[in-house]
């Protein structure tokens, strides 16, 4: 099946620093992407949608200012959490699109950690 | 509204047995599609089972099965014969028409122990 990887797996960051997760397709190419976050013992919530070469757009109650994407090719997108707060400490999860039957592909997720 | 309901937060299962997994969606779309996915602790999502809107028969993938009743609005998972490396956390999800962008709507999940 087709893969979709993150980076880094996990990090930890002080508050006030901006942190970059990278959501790369391997061997397909994501016409989208989409970024969820995952508190603990809760489920995905969608943060973003992201299509490659376009703003992204942005769920109800999440800042654009404050998460932002970049999907600069049709086989990355990057999150940056910045001025990170101890409250942004989640799972982060991206998925990809590929294919004609809209088939959708997770990342292994990363956790970040905000001290 | 919320799209996906999962009110199971917890079930248990003594292995080899069979468990049912209940999930209720809304949504006034006529295409859509249903998912399972199971989420161990290691935190990856692993597809475990689609249904689609149209598909007249309940979908099946090995131990998995899922029971669609479409006027009901329900897709509950069926696991047969459990296994001990089926405990985690189970999310039924959604899949609206295109203008949703295909994104997915997941429900609460619900944690299943599988006890020996």
């Not at chain 1, 490659?52 to 998460?67: C, I, L, W």
């Not at chain 1, 699109?97 to 970040?112: A, K, M, S, V, W």
């Amino acid at each position: 099946g087709a893969v979709v990887s993150q980076h880094p797996s996990w990090v930890i960051c002080k508050s006030g620093t901006s942190v970059k997760i990278e959501c790369r397709s391997l061997d397909f190419q994501a016409t989208t992407m989409f970024w969820y976050r995952q508190f603990p013992k809760q489920s995905l919530m969608l943060m973003a949608t992201s299509n490659e070469g376009s703003k992204a757009t942005y769920e109800q109650g999440v800042e654009k200012d404050k998460f932002l994407i970049n999907h600069a090719s049709l086989t990355l997108s990057t999150l940056t959490v910045t001025s990170a707060h101890p409250e942004d400490s989640s799972f982060y999860i991206c998925s990809a699109i590929g294919g004609d039957n809209h088939e959708q592909y997770f990342g292994p997720g990363t956790r970040l950690t905000v001290t | 509204a919320q799209k996906i309901t999962q009110t199971q937060p917890g079930m248990f299962v003594q292995e080899k047995e069979a468990v049912t997994l209940d999930c209720t969606y809304d949504t006034s779309d006529q295409s859509y599609g249903l998912f399972w996915y199971k989420q161990p602790s290691s935190g990856e999502m692993i597809f475990l089972i689609y249904q689609g809107s149209y598909d007249e028969q309940n979908a099946t993938e090995g131990r998995y099965s899922l029971n669609f009743q479409k006027a009901r609005k329900s897709a509950n998972l069926v696991i047969s014969a459990s296994q001990l490396g089926d405990s985690a956390m189970y999310f039924c999800a959604m899949r609206e028409g295109i203008d949703s962008g295909y994104a997915l709507n997941f429900g609460k999940g619900t944690s299943l122990l599988v006890t020996p």
